[in-house]
């Protein structure tokens, strides 16, 4: 394997970039250097059920199928008959799901189960199950801070394989180190619909622009709010506010399209959600700085 190149910015010299250059055409140089790669042995980043649209408002339900990797890491209750949604995941291959460090590190791994394949948690018929596994191994970052939430990333490894389906596939990895700034991403997850509000039972999806390192301090710092955000994150939101990952949750997946139409995991979603105040982007772990990491884990 080729070592990744990592390309270190300061965000000052971000900020002038960004303002420089429209969006539109740090989309196309993006897209186009973004190589992705695979964790598992078959297709990865295509929903084969729902053809995703490209017009997605404030925070939408989802069609079926139409995430197949997102999964919902889950505690359980009652000695174990029955559990309940407390992350979002993505599936990398049939036996290994990426969450956020700060979604299992305070958890046995008996009292995890991982739901692949689920959309709408009040109904328990739907076009096809949902399938819920128990947990073999956890692998939170070594360097996870709890304090910072620098490097809030986790793997875990399901007790048995899944086999894929028309609703359960993997996605993809990012291979390249891009800043990914001016992106489109999607925002999935069952997290609450507003700020204190209650989960959704059907899985949400949201669009959110990404924002360079530089830009989101100034937007923290608008909001009165001092952060220092190093490289190992990824910011998404809008200025003004109103479509935020308070729509998705805590571990779920930043996906971004690649030019030849694959979803990969640009970042899992992390902290600084607020629900969707102005100024207040999500926060993500940023996945490129850790696929060889990852890579290493799940092989």
């Not at 300061?10 to 539109?24: C, K, R, Y």
């Not at 489109?184 to 209650?198: D, F, H, I, K, P």
Request: charged residues 15%; aromatic residues 8%.
């Amino acid at each position: 394997q080729q070592q990744q190149q990592h390309h270190t910015l300061s965000p000052h010299n971000l900020t002038t970039t960004i303002e420089s250059n429209e969006i539109s055409d740090s989309l196309t140089n993006n897209s186009t250097a973004i190589k992705i790669i695979t964790a598992a042995r078959s297709e990865c980043g295509i929903p084969v059920l729902a053809r995703p649209e490209t017009r997605i408002v404030g925070g939408k339900s989802a069609a079926f199928g139409r995430w197949p990797w997102q999964v919902s890491v889950r505690r359980t209750t009652f000695f174990g008959f029955s559990s309940t949604h407390r992350c979002g995941g993505a599936l990398i291959n049939e036996n290994w799901i990426a969450t956020a460090g700060h979604c299992v590190d305070d958890l046995l791994i008996s009292q995890m189960r991982i739901r692949v394949g689920e959309y709408d948690f009040s109904h328990v018929q739907e076009q096809l199950p949902y399938i819920e596994r128990g947990v073999a191994k956890k692998v939170v970052h070594p360097k996870y801070n709890f304090f910072t939430y620098e490097y809030d990333l986790a793997l875990v490894k399901l007790e048995q394989p899944v086999e894929f389906a028309p609703h359960v596939s993997p996605i993809c990895l990012p291979q390249t180190d891009s800043l990914l700034i001016g992106m489109n991403a999607t925002v999935t997850g069952w997290g609450r619909l507003s700020e204190g509000g209650t989960l959704a039972s059907v899985l949400q999806e949201v669009s959110v622009p990404i924002v360079s390192n530089g830009i989101c301090e100034s937007m923290f710092a608008r909001a009165g709010r001092q952060e220092s955000i190093p490289d190992i994150f990824v910011c998404a939101g809008y200025e003004n506010g109103g479509h935020d990952s308070c729509q998705g949750d805590s571990g779920g997946p930043l996906q971004v399209k690649s030019a030849e139409g694959r979803f990969f995991l640009a970042g899992i979603i992390s902290w600084g959600i607020g629900c969707a105040e102005a100024n207040l982007p999500g926060v993500c772990t940023r996945i490129s700085r850790f696929v060889p990491w990852i890579m290493e884990n799940v092989s």
